[in-house]
């Protein structure tokens, strides 16, 4: 591998870095921000973006931020089911075993996710990954579940994370209810050109590194190539610094991009 021509410690873009390691980009601290207060508000809120735009990042931060003993986290990815399963799923989610139907398992999740708010003093967050594949029958239902004491109190924070044609859904008509609740909106695009080279230097010293790798013409090539979706990025700088360690070379330059660009649409 590359990592000893380069004197790296380990590979750079293969495993995605978690806790203090995360990349913090201005814009996915705005974010970050935007879904702390979510929680702290026991709001609804709306994320979406492009495969590879870091949705699942901002995701894993937010759960390292929530302190336990404060906050609830259920996390739901299996999303692509009807609105039985996914009751029964979250019902699960809290410790409950499912009643047999869908109103008593619905009515013991509202009355858990009460229990827990004014007994423990606890905010319960569901987060919903893959929201975009969400049926409608389930999106219709999020409405109701948000509503505690005929909307007098607040008691669940609800986050929709998903790719970016959920926000065309939730203008649909049917949906309205759903889209008057959501307050928190965000939608993640790729890094711009200086956050892209950010990204690849914070990248490279968590492996070792404390130099540039890339020269500028390189690094305008990654970025025309990757539009700085995080996700892309990392794949086109491993097989960039791939090729350039076969060819010998100290640096990465355009070409070596271009071929891994060419091998990543293979």
């Known amino acids: ?17 978690a806790g203090a390691d995360l990349f913090r ?8 921000s935007r879904l702390s207060y979510l929680v702290s508000t026991r709001s609804m809120g709306l994320l979406t973006g492009e495969p590879g735009t870091g949705k699942s990042t901002a995701l894993r931060r937010l759960r390292d931020d929530l302190h336990p003993d404060q906050v609830r986290c259920l996390y739901v990815f299996d999303t692509d089911v009807g609105a039985n399963d996914f009751c029964r799923h979250l019902a699960l989610e809290l410790g409950l075993e499912p009643p047999w139907s ?3 398992t619905f009515r013991a999740i509202q009355t858990e996710i009460q229990r827990l708010a004014a007994e423990r003093r606890l905010t319960v967050l569901l987060v919903l990954d893959e929201a975009h594949a969400l049926r409608t029958e389930v999106l219709a239902l999020l409405p109701r579940l948000t509503n505690f004491d005929w909307d007098a109190s607040a008691r669940l924070a609800l986050l929709l994370a998903g790719q970016s044609g959920l926000r065309q859904r939730l203008r649909m008509a049917h949906l309205e209810a759903l889209a008057q609740r959501v ?24 492996s070792g ?7 500028d013409p390189a690094l305008e090539a990654l970025f025309t190539a990757s539009r700085g979706v995080m996700r892309r990025v990392d794949s086109l700088a491993h097989h960039a610094l791939a090729a350039a ?3 010998r070379a100290r640096l990465v330059e355009p070409d070596h991009v271009i071929k891994a660009a060419e091998e990543t649409r293979a």
């Open 183 to 206: 307050t928190v909106r965000f939608n993640l695009d790729g890094l711009d050109r200086e956050a892209t080279r950010s990204y690849l230097e914070h990248r490279l010293r968590l």
């Open 102 to 104: 869908r109103a008593s």
């Open 25 to 32: 980009a201005p814009a996915l601290d705005e974010l970050h």
């Open 1 to 17: 591998m590359y990592t000893t021509f380069f004197g790296l410690t380990r590979l750079p873009f293969e495993t995605p870095p």
């Open 209 to 215: 590194l404390d130099r540039p790798l890339f020269t």
């Open 245 to 247: 360690a076969t060819n």
